[in-house]
């Protein structure tokens, strides 16, 4: 087997909130490629985990990689760029309820790109993202007008517009009805292969694991409990992780 | 008393420590647990320290570079078209209300010909700014913190963090520029409304003419009656902007929370107006401006 680089490497990492203690020395490796699912009860901190990889959530202790930077040792400018290559597609999908389609997906070019850069390829680079999560006729719409797998889907589009090279994916089936969120997960494959983008998901839809996870991480008490794939964890005999399975 | 001295010398050294850039999340716990030793409940007094490191982080962001333009002239334009009706309505019924009312005390003594000077003291100090402040709390204050507080339990003030911008100036400072520049304009325009509601209110019973009425109104206006009252509309406007966008920034989660800093951004900003209010009075009273 060939040698990977790990792209995200989380070690030893604590976080309380107050004394609500979420995550407890909490280490994982995420290699280059990888679809890599994170499953665990709700509560259970997997939301702060993946917002301490983006530092929107700053951790007590421990130290995360992304893409063999430090994040903590990163300035707001450095931090900025290496946020740019990390795409976040958020639980409630935080598209701009006061923007259009078209100017939700300009808004993460404003820092990013030049103004003559903007000009030139913005509406070009839009419409691809559009296109590749198959919406390209809403461009001019708002949020509101959309359903919830619409929304989910420009949502990912959004993060898609920067290229990202690692993907975090809060939840994304969550609430929505069993074919959409197939619909979801296919495309989540879809676009993994087209942008080659390591991904690392939350989720406890069983549907969506089966079909995107090489491998799986058990987050259990604040740790990493277990991982492995789907299949290895499905028989597992320890009672803590066949809940999941049932 | 002691201990309320000591609660005052600590959020001192709190907002102290902020200016000088240490990092103060230790300080806060000490904070917390030497109100616990004490027995206080601090929720009121640790809302006022937060405002004020709120306000403090106001003027850290405002003087970084990269000013957010447009956003800030989109928020100016929003604050004046949501209350420029309301305020206008508000001043001309005040304006002539006021000078109906006032009529029968003056011509008790004999003081008929006054009513113009005294309705323009009295609307130019007072009535006109708190009026348009009170609305603005209302109207204003509530709807930015629905709206930043819708924004962060959709996670969209994290979206944009992740995105490169920073939340805090795109949204806080252009808002709360905003409404510190809008509510003196508004107040000005309160200013001439309710004026002409007393012309309007004076000839309802008396006769005075257009330019008597506007020289009397001019002649009894001073410097001390105009700039000190143009001059709080300013902290009324920075206030306003503050309370609602704090409340909305630090929003709880669920629909409830946003509800919640709804309402309580208009109590608080309402509440401080006239606490800065008072204030000012004070102020131009030593500085002898009456
Ligand atoms: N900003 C915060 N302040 C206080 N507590 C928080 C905060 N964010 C999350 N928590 C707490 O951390 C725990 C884990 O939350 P979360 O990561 O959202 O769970 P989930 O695994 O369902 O995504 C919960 O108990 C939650 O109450
Ligand atoms: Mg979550």
Known sequence: ?246 | MVRLKLIFIIFLIDIGLYYSYVNWSNLSKIKAKVFKILNIKSDFLNEIGDISRFSARFFREVIKPKQEWEEFINQCFWVGYKTLTLVGITAFIMGLVLTIQSRPTLVEFGAEAMLPAMVAVSLVREISPVITALICAGKIGSGMGAELGSMRVTEQIDAMEVSGTNPFKYLIVTRVLATTIMVPVLASVANAVSLYGGYLGANLRGDVSWSLYWFQVFDSLSFGDVVPSLIKTFFFGFAIGIVGCYKGFYSKKGTEGVGRSATTAVIVASLLVFIIDLLVVQVTDILGLT
């Not at chain 1, 040698?3 to 995420?30: A, I, Q």
């Not at chain 1, 839809?205 to 491998?215: F, P, S, V």
Request: charged share 25%.
């Open chain 1, 1 to 246: 087997m060939e040698k990977r680089t790990p792209v995200v490497t989380v070690e030893n990492v604590n976080k309380s909130f107050g004394d609500n203690h979420v995550l407890r020395d909490f280490s994982m490796k995420v290699e280059a490629g990888e679809n890599l699912v994170i499953l665990g009860k709700s509560g259970s901190g997997k939301s702060v985990l993946i917002k301490c990889i983006i530092k929107l959530i700053e951790t007590d202790s421990g130290s995360i990689t992304v893409l063999g930077k430090d994040i903590d040792a990163l300035g707001e400018d450095e931090l900025n760029r290496l946020r740019a290559d990390i795409g976040f597609l958020f639980q409630s999908n935080a598209l701009y309820d006061s923007m259009t389609v078209k100017e939700n997906l300009l808004f993460p070019l404003r820092r990013h790109w030049s103004k003559e850069d903007r000009e030139k390829m913005a509406d070009a680079a839009i419409l691809e993202a559009l296109e590749d999560v198959g919406l390209a006729h809403t461009i001019n719409m708002m949020p509101a007008e959309l359903s919830g797998g619409m929304r989910k889907r420009i949502a990912l589009a959004r993060t898609l517009i920067l290229r990202p090279k690692v993907i975090l994916y809060d939840e994304p089936t969550t609430g929505l009805d069993p074919i959409t969120g197939r619909e979801i997960s296919q495309l989540m494959i879809d676009v993994q292969k087209k942008y080659n983008a390591t991904s690392i998901v939350i989720s406890h839809d069983l549907n969506c694991i089966k079909m995107i996870a090489n491998r799986m991480i058990m987050l259990i008490n604040g740790k990493n409990y277990a991982s492995g794939t789907f299949h290895e964890l499905e028989a597992a005999t320890d009672s803590k992780i066949k809940e999941f399975f049932e």
